[in-house]
C-alpha cells in the first residue's frame, strides 16, 4: 500500500488531511486523494483533492489556497492596492508561488511588468500543473519568476515599484523575516514616491498579536496604514487580515471593472470597516 504523508490519514475507508494550529484545535478536511506530494529544500509540499473545496495546495501540513476559496484571497490581496493606484506599472509580488495573486494583477493593462519572487520554484511548478483553477496556468509575458529569497531580493533590488504584494505563507520557516521590520523598510525603499504595498496579516481571532504587530510596523514607515478584513473559509477561523501601506493613495482611484467573483466596488470601500474587537486589537487592547 501507498505510504501517506505525514498529514493525511486514513479513517474507516476515507482520507482525511489534518491540519494542526497549535495543540489545541485541528481542523480536517475529508480529501478523495493525495495528487502530488513532495519535500522540497525549502518545505514538504503537497496537493490533495478535497471533497468540499476542490484540489488544495497545502506545504507543512498548512493550507495555502484551494480551487473553492482561493479566489476570495487572490483578490482581496491583488486588487486592494492596484486599484487605489491611478497607474500602477511595475508590480513586485513576494511569495504568491500559486500565481493566484499575479493571475489578477495581469487583469491591469497599464501593468508592464509583474516580478514573481518566489523562495520555492515547486510551488509554481505544481501550481500550474495541478491547481489552474487558482494559477490559471498563468503564461502572461509580463510576469518575471525569481526564485530566490524575497527578503534579500527587496534589500538589493534597484527597481522602483508602484505596487508591492507581500503574498507569503505564515510567518514560520522561510517566512519569519517577512513579518519583519527590516524587511518593510527595504518594501518601503523600494517602492515609488507613490507606491504602496500589502500583505496578508494573519487571523484577527486567532494571531491577533502578529496582526497588531504588522500594522504597527507598517503604520511606524508609511504615511497611509489601514487594515482591512475577508472571509476565506479555509484559513483558521475564517476570519482573516491584510495589511496596507500607502504613500499617498488612500481609496480606489476610479469605479471597480475588473472581471472579479468577490471583490466589488462596495467591496473595496467596505472592507476596511472592522469588527470593535479588532479596532481594540489593532490599539493593542485584549478583550480578555
Ligand atoms: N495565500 C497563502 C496564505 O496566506 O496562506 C499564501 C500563498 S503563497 C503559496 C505563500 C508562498 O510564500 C509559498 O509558496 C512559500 O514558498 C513562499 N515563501 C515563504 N517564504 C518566502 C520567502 N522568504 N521568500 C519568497 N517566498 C517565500
Same mark, same amino acid.
Given at each position: 500500500?501507498?505510504?501517506?504523508?505525514?498529514?493525511v490519514?486514513?479513517? #474507516?475507508? /476515507?482520507?482525511?488531511?489534518?491540519?494542526?494550529?497549535?495543540?489545541?484545535?485541528?481542523?480536517?478536511?475529508? &480529501?478523495?486523494?493525495?495528487?502530488?506530494? /513532495?519535500?522540497?529544500?525549502?518545505?514538504? %509540499?503537497?496537493i490533495?483533492?478535497?471533497? +468540499?473545496?476542490?484540489?488544495?495546495? =497545502?506545504?507543512?501540513?498548512?493550507v *495555502?489556497?484551494?480551487?473553492?476559496?482561493?479566489?476570495?484571497?487572490?483578490?482581496?490581496?491583488?486588487?486592494?492596492?492596484?486599484?487605489?493606484?491611478?497607474?500602477?506599472?511595475?508590480?513586485? &509580488? &513576494?511569495?504568491?508561488?500559486?500565481?493566484g495573486? !499575479?493571475?489578477?494583477?495581469?487583469?491591469y493593462?497599464?501593468?508592464?511588468? @509583474?516580478?514573481? =519572487?518566489?523562495?520555492?520554484?515547486?510551488? =509554481?511548478?505544481?501550481?500550474? /500543473?495541478?491547481?489552474?483553477?487558482?494559477?490559471?496556468?498563468?503564461?502572461?509575458?509580463?510576469?518575471?519568476?525569481?526564485?530566490? +529569497?524575497?527578503?534579500?531580493? %527587496?534589500?538589493? =533590488?534597484?527597481?522602483?515599484?508602484?505596487? @508591492? @504584494? $507581500? #503574498?507569503?505563507?505564515?510567518p514560520?520557516?522561510? !517566512?519569519?523575516?517577512?513579518?519583519?521590520?527590516?524587511?518593510?523598510?527595504?518594501?518601503?525603499? !523600494?517602492?515609488?514616491?507613490?507606491?504602496?504595498?500589502?500583505? *496578508?496579516?494573519?487571523?484577527?481571532?486567532?494571531? !491577533?498579536? $502578529?496582526?497588531?504587530?504588522?500594522?504597527?510596523?507598517?503604520?511606524?514607515?508609511?504615511?497611509?496604514?489601514?487594515?482591512?478584513?475577508?472571509?476565506?473559509?479555509?484559513?483558521?477561523?475564517?476570519?482573516?487580515?491584510?495589511?496596507?501601506?500607502? /504613500?499617498?493613495? +488612500?481609496?480606489?482611484?476610479?469605479?471597480?471593472?475588473?472581471?472579479?467573483?468577490?471583490?466589488?466596488?462596495? &467591496?473595496?470601500s467596505?472592507?476596511?470597516?472592522?469588527?470593535?474587537?479588532?479596532?481594540?486589537?489593532?490599539?493593542?487592547?485584549?478583550?480578555?
Amino acid at each position: 500500500m501507498q505510504q501517506l504523508p505525514k498529514y493525511v490519514q486514513e479513517k #474507516d475507508g /476515507k482520507l482525511w488531511l489534518t491540519e494542526a494550529e497549535g495543540n489545541n484545535l485541528y481542523i480536517r478536511y475529508g &480529501i478523495k486523494e493525495v495528487v502530488y506530494e /513532495k519535500q522540497s529544500p525549502y518545505q514538504h %509540499v503537497m496537493i490533495v483533492d478535497s471533497y +468540499d473545496f476542490g484540489k488544495m495546495l =497545502v506545504l507543512d501540513g498548512f493550507v *495555502q489556497t484551494t480551487a473553492g476559496d482561493g479566489f476570495i484571497y487572490n483578490e482581496m490581496i491583488a486588487h486592494l492596492p492596484l486599484s487605489f493606484h491611478p497607474n500602477p506599472q511595475r508590480v513586485l &509580488i &513576494i511569495g504568491g508561488g500559486d500565481c493566484g495573486a !499575479a493571475r489578477e494583477v495581469t487583469k491591469y493593462d497599464s501593468v508592464e511588468m @509583474i516580478d514573481l =519572487v518566489e523562495i520555492d520554484a515547486s510551488v =509554481v511548478d505544481v501550481c500550474k /500543473k495541478h491547481l489552474p483553477e487558482v494559477s490559471g496556468n498563468l503564461s502572461d509575458p509580463r510576469v518575471n519568476y525569481h526564485f530566490t +529569497d524575497g527578503v534579500g531580493f %527587496v534589500q538589493d =533590488v534597484d527597481t522602483r515599484y508602484d505596487v @508591492i @504584494i $507581500v #503574498d507569503s505563507s505564515d510567518p514560520v520557516g522561510p !517566512a519569519v523575516e517577512l513579518f519583519g521590520l527590516d524587511f518593510y523598510k527595504n518594501v518601503y525603499r !523600494a517602492l515609488n514616491d507613490d507606491g504602496l504595498m500589502v500583505c *496578508q496579516s494573519e487571523s484577527p481571532l486567532f494571531y !491577533a498579536d $502578529v496582526m497588531q504587530q504588522t500594522y504597527e510596523r507598517i503604520d511606524s514607515l508609511f504615511p497611509i496604514a489601514k487594515t482591512y478584513s475577508a472571509t476565506v473559509p479555509t484559513y483558521p477561523g475564517g476570519f482573516w487580515s491584510f495589511t496596507l501601506g500607502s /504613500k499617498r493613495y +488612500d481609496r480606489p482611484h476610479t469605479t471597480f471593472d475588473k472581471e472579479a467573483r468577490y471583490v466589488t466596488d462596495g &467591496i473595496l470601500s467596505q472592507c476596511f470597516q472592522l469588527p470593535q474587537f479588532m479596532q481594540d486589537a489593532l490599539r493593542g487592547e485584549t478583550n480578555e
